[in-house]
């Protein structure tokens, strides 16, 4: 397996325009995690899905941020507008839960920097 | 709210020579615990977990971390740095959903 992958790795934007970050899940796992990390705040989860159901979106900032899983093979983070102060890295994970708890896979990130 | 906490920012040790890098956790009762890794520009690696059993749990490249209840701490440890295992370490902790430390900066100098 190719392992989570997500596009672009890079983003330079401008403040204002539309920011959509990709991610490809490891097949067959049933649960996918966004994640933010910067220097000030670490790493926070912004929203997990399970089965393509979003679960928990309590992480997500604004309302500027939405995400979607149209399927379970993908999924979108989307930041309409953006601003400077998004800039950051953005990561994906999946998992495979089923009985007792089973490690989150990670994607090499997309960094992001809003101009 | 559950929360883990590394209380150093960076752990410099020679290579050859055995490394600690410290967690404590807050949750009570039974706590789901893991250790991940960040190499530079790279995405986070699971490196063990704790969920129940024995106390000295042992994971990828050599490294291993030890459970104790009493005083709430996951500690990581290897007895023999290698310069390649200079890296972000990151305790974490969760089920369903993970609760990261705000992560200790690993140097391991030739």
């Known amino acids: 397996d190719a392992g989570v992958i997500q596009s672009p790795r890079h983003e330079v934007t401008e403040m204002g325009q539309e920011v959509t970050l990709r991610c490809k899940p490891i097949s067959g796992h049933d649960y996918l995690f966004w994640y933010r990390q910067t220097m000030m705040r670490g790493l926070e989860l912004l929203i997990y899905f399970n089965n393509n159901v979003p679960i928990d979106d309590s992480g997500m900032p604004e309302d500027r941020f939405s995400a979607k899983m149209p399927n379970a093979s993908f999924s979108t983070l989307k930041i309409q507008p953006s601003e400077p102060r998004d800039s950051a890295v953005y990561f994906c994970?999946?998992?495979?839960?089923?009985?007792?708890?089973?490690?989150?896979?990670f994607g090499p990130g997309t960094r992001l920097t809003v101009l | 709210a559950q929360s883990v906490a590394q209380p150093e920012d960076q752990v410099n040790v020679a290579e050859g020579n055995p490394l600690t890098v410290k967690c404590t956790y807050s949750?009570?009762?039974?706590?789901?615990l893991f250790w991940y890794v960040q190499y530079p520009n790279r995405g986070l690696q699971f490196l063990l977990k704790y969920i129940t059993g024995d106390n000295l749990v042992k994971g990828s490249y050599g490294f291993e971390a030890e459970f104790n209840k009493s005083q709430t701490s996951f500690h990581l440890k290897k007895p023999s740095a290698l310069v390649s295992d200079s890296a972000l370490y990151f305790c974490?902790?969760?089920?369903?959903?993970?609760?990261f430390g705000k992560g200790t900066m690993l140097l391991v100098s030739p």
């Open positions: 974490v902790q969760g089920y369903s959903t993970l609760t």
């Open positions: 994970a999946s998992s495979l839960q089923g009985e007792g708890y089973n490690e989150q896979f």
């Open positions: 949750v009570s009762g039974n706590p789901y």
